[in-house]
């Protein structure tokens, strides 16, 4: 289902065909579990020896890497806010996440991006929160970067696609 350039999918980001697909990171940029076990799996030991060389990244930001064997040209790594409640700056660090990404994006001529549901899984942000910042920011990227045309948000589980079905029903 696209709704103006923005798409639902519920498949394993690491297959998807895009020009960059988004990691969800730690401050290490040395992999992990959930989707970042997955995409540093897929890709090969050449993203950790890239990431290695990037000297992590603060949370909030994000750091671009080839993608090797992935399908994706590209792997932009975010580092999404821990969830503590919503009183110490989760969400306007996590609305930076997005915003970090989609000026990587443009600044890499990225014209179709798939993000995980940043921040969701280990860090325990709330689905529905995250979801409306995820397509607030969605929306005005595609408002204001002419060359991005797709915006997938990949919805790894029931929940999730709710979430984004919710946020997208909203803005
Ligand atoms: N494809 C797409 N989405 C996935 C995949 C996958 N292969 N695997 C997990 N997900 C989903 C999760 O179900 C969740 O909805 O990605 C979302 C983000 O969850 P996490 O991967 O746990 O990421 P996050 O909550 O941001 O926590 C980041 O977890 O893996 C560690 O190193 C990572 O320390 C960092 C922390």
């Known amino acids: 289902m696209t709704n103006n350039g923005i ?3 519920e498949e394993d980001i690491t297959g998807i065909k895009v020009d960059a697909i988004v990691n969800a990171a730690n401050n290490s940029l040395r992999g992990g579990g959930g989707v970042d076990g997955a995409i540093h799996r897929s890709a090969g030991p050449e993203l950790l020896a ?3 060389t990037l000297g992590g990244c603060p949370t909030g930001e994000a750091r671009i890497t080839r993608g090797y064997n992935l399908p994706a040209a590209w792997v932009i790594h975010t580092v999404g806010p821990v969830w503590h409640g919503g009183t110490q700056g989760e969400p306007g660090l996590l609305a930076r996440c997005y915003r970090s990404c989609f000026s990587l994006a443009q600044e890499h001529g990225v014209r179709n991006i798939a993000f995980p549901a940043i921040s969701t899984g280990v860090y325990s942000y709330p689905k529905e ?3 409306r910042i995820a397509v607030q920011e969605a929306r005005r990227a595609l408002a204001e970067n002419k060359t991005l045309a ?3 948000f990949v919805c790894f589980n029931q929940a999730t696609k709710l979430a984004y079905q919710k946020a997208l029903a909203e803005f």
């Open 7 to 9: 798409q639902l999918t």
């Open 50 to 52: 890239e990431c290695r």
């Open 129 to 131: 929160e995250a979801a």
């Open 150 to 152: 797709k915006i997938l």
